[in-house]
């Protein structure tokens, strides 16, 4: 059966090839992002199936008006986000303001507008997409890296609250995905994918219920496996790996 969806983030990387894949499986997407001229293109390579809704996830006000106009939707794939080092050397407030801003306040300002329509209906599915760096902190990332724990967090949070109402939440960890935000990496990205790949992932995770959906496998659980270990071993070993 069709479904409405909505994808934030849809202008490029994961959420524009997911937008893709939703479409030629026969929903109806509409797709948000800041810049209106990538957002077009895919309306063009999809006809009728897509709708563009340009939008900056990060104006509250912003996000509550677009909720209006969308109408009821069956799916919400939170992917907005963006990415800037943040080392030691050259901290900036700012720069993780703008992080904490897109990344969590984005998300938060979507929920906060499609929360309210879903739990009247008693239907609907939020998917919060944050990153397997948001497991533990990394070298050069603090910004990115908080900004993505802070949604790991939100998302078990809403899930536990979401438990009996109807609304399903399920969380994102993608690793390395070549994207316009990872071609500024200047370092090895270890398994890295696709955005297709990536979202053939999401697409293929979305059909079963389970909580979380964390890829490329391998490369996930090792994140993951990192989580266990001492602080004794996790700073050394991480230092060791990356040369910082």
């Not at 897109?102 to 609907?124: D, F, K, Q, S, Y």
């Not at 908080?146 to 109807?166: F, M, N, Q, W, Y």
Request: glycine residues 10%.
């Amino acid at each position: 059966m069709s479904r409405r969806v909505w994808i934030t983030g849809g202008g490029s990387g994961i959420g524009a090839a997911l937008a893709r894949r939703l479409a030629a499986d026969g929903d109806r997407v509409v797709v948000s992002g800041r810049r209106p001229a990538p957002l077009q293109q895919l309306v063009a390579e999809c006809p009728g199936r897509v709708e563009a809704l340009p939008l900056d996830v990060a104006d509250r006000d912003g996000v509550q008006r677009a909720v209006e106009t969308l109408g009821p939707l069956d799916m919400a794939v939170l992917a907005a986000g963006d990415h800037h080092p943040t080392p030691a050397g050259d901290f900036r407030a700012e720069t993780v303001r703008h992080l904490v801003e897109v990344n969590l306040m984005g998300v938060v300002h979507c929920v906060e507008a499609l929360l309210p329509a879903m739990l009247e209906r008693r239907h609907g599915h939020l998917v919060l997409v944050a990153s397997v760096a948001g497991y533990r902190g990394l070298p050069t990332a603090a910004g990115y890296s908080a900004s993505k724990a802070a949604v790991i967090a939100l998302a078990e949070s809403l899930r536990l609250d979401l438990a009996d109402s109807g609304v399903r939440v399920t969380l994102v960890n993608p690793g390395f995905v070549d994207t316009p935000l990872t071609r500024r990496n200047n370092f090895p990205m270890p398994d890295i994918i696709t955005a297709q790949a990536a979202a053939a992932a999401m697409v293929k995770g979305l059909e079963g219920d389970a909580f979380e959906i964390a890829f490329p496998r391998r490369f996930a659980c090792l994140m993951k496996l990192l989580r266990l270990l001492p602080d004794s071993v996790y700073f050394p070993l991480i230092r060791k790996v990356t040369g910082c």
